[in-house]
């Protein structure tokens, strides 16, 4: 029988071994949810036995991992602006930089807007865990969460549920803003950005995700350049809309913007790498 301090550094030598990055870090996750500890009792009880069973386990999320399965799929949750979302490989595993919009759009919600009974639509929902987090710290807010596929809102429908905000995040499936059934004051989306042809290029566990949520088409626009369009009959006069996309993408996105909303203006806020990554587009400018 190995003890833990052996069975973690094998595990990260194989992933170090196999070219994945954060090797330790991702052997210690293993290592923590298979004995089901803490992280800082790996560490204090190096000398504890692992058992047959448990050995089973790892290898059975390391021969995955080494197929370049990501960590989220085979945990089968992530954590996201301080709530856990449960995934499987039908959705989109959320990113760190996608909790700036959360954080962007809650400040737009609490400082910038009249009304505190605010309509949101979140398009391209994904597991929900942007509406969910948005749900729960407004607290007066209703929000419409639209996917186009139903195997995403399945998981979705088990995240808002088990994070209690079932009675104001409605699921809807259809064609971007199509099931939003009135004009909403804030749309937030996180919708498919990459262009096409450099999907075969992304790291091997990105292109394991749903090629539904990450194809933007010839020139990743697609669907943020339907989505404005879209708007136009959405948006409420007031309304403002928060979209993350690649830094490059922004100064066209402006441009395609002001040319949907002529009395309105945009601002850019950066992710936590210091990168261009939201574009907010105010239908009518504020000043
Ligand atoms: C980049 S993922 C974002 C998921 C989630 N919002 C997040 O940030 O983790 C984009 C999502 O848009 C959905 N999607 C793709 N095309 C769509 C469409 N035409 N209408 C609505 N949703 C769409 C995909 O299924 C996917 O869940």
């Given at each position: 029988?190995?003890?833990?301090?052996?069975?973690?550094?094998?595990?990260?030598?194989?992933?170090?071994?196999?070219?994945?990055?954060?090797?330790?870090?991702?052997?210690?996750?293993?290592?923590?949810?298979?004995?089901?500890?803490?992280?800082?009792?790996?560490?204090?009880?190096?000398?504890?036995?692992?058992?047959?069973?448990?050995?089973?386990?790892?290898?059975?999320?390391?021969?995955?991992?080494?197929?370049?399965?990501?960590?989220?799929?085979?945990?089968?949750?992530?954590?996201?602006?301080?709530?856990?979302?449960?995934?499987?490989?039908?959705?989109?595993?959320?990113?760190?930089?996608?909790?700036?919009?959360?954080?962007?759009?809650?400040?737009?919600?609490?400082?910038?807007?009249?009304?505190?009974?605010?309509?949101?639509?979140?398009?391209?929902?994904?597991?929900?865990?942007?509406?969910?987090?948005?749900?729960?710290?407004?607290?007066?807010?209703?929000?419409?969460?639209?996917?186009?596929?139903?195997?995403?809102?399945?998981?979705?429908?088990?995240?808002?549920?088990?994070?209690?905000?079932?009675?104001?995040?409605?699921?809807?499936?259809?064609?971007?803003?199509?099931?939003?059934?009135?004009?909403?004051?804030?749309?937030?989306?996180?919708?498919?950005?990459?262009?096409?042809?450099?999907?075969?290029?992304?790291?091997?566990?990105?292109?394991?995700?749903?090629?539904?949520?990450?194809?933007?088409?010839?020139?990743?626009?697609?669907?943020?350049?339907?989505?404005?369009?879209?708007?136009?009959?959405?948006?409420?006069?007031s309304?403002i809309?928060?979209?993350?996309?690649?830094?490059?993408?922004?100064?066209?996105?402006?441009?395609?913007?002001l040319?949907?909303f002529q009395e309105g203006s945009t601002s850019?806020?950066?992710?936590?790498?210091?990168?261009?990554?939201?574009?907010t587009i105010f239908r009518q400018s504020p000043e």
């Open positions: 029988m190995s003890v833990l301090r052996t069975v973690i550094q094998d595990t990260h030598q194989k992933l170090e071994a196999a070219g994945i990055p954060d090797a330790r870090l991702e052997a210690e996750v293993f290592v923590m949810n298979v004995m089901r500890m803490a992280r800082q009792s790996i560490f204090a009880e190096q000398e504890t036995d692992v058992s047959a069973q448990q050995q089973i386990a790892l290898d059975a999320f390391l021969e995955r991992r080494l197929l370049r399965e990501p960590l989220a799929y085979i945990l089968g949750q992530r954590e996201f602006y301080g709530i856990n979302v449960i995934l499987t490989p039908a959705v989109m595993i959320p990113r760190p930089e996608t909790e700036g919009l959360v954080e962007h759009a809650l400040f737009i919600a609490m400082m910038g807007m009249e009304s505190r009974d605010l309509l949101i639509a979140d398009v391209g929902t994904g597991s929900g865990a942007i509406a969910i987090n948005l749900a729960m710290h407004l607290p007066a807010a209703k929000i419409f969460a639209v996917d186009v596929a139903d195997a995403v809102l399945d998981v979705a429908a088990y995240n808002v549920r088990v994070h209690g905000v079932a009675g104001r995040v409605s699921l809807g499936i259809g064609d971007l803003l199509d099931p939003v059934p009135e004009p909403v004051d804030l749309i937030v989306a996180n919708l498919p950005y990459i262009p096409t042809g450099r999907i075969p290029t992304l790291q091997p566990e990105v292109q394991q995700e749903p090629a539904l949520a990450l194809d933007g088409g010839p020139d990743g626009l697609c669907l943020i350049r339907r989505l404005l369009t879209q708007a136009e009959a959405k948006l409420k006069d309304g809309i928060l979209l993350e996309m690649d830094p490059e993408q922004i100064p066209a996105v402006q441009k395609l913007a040319n949907h850019v806020e950066q992710d936590l790498a210091g990168m261009d990554r939201i574009l």
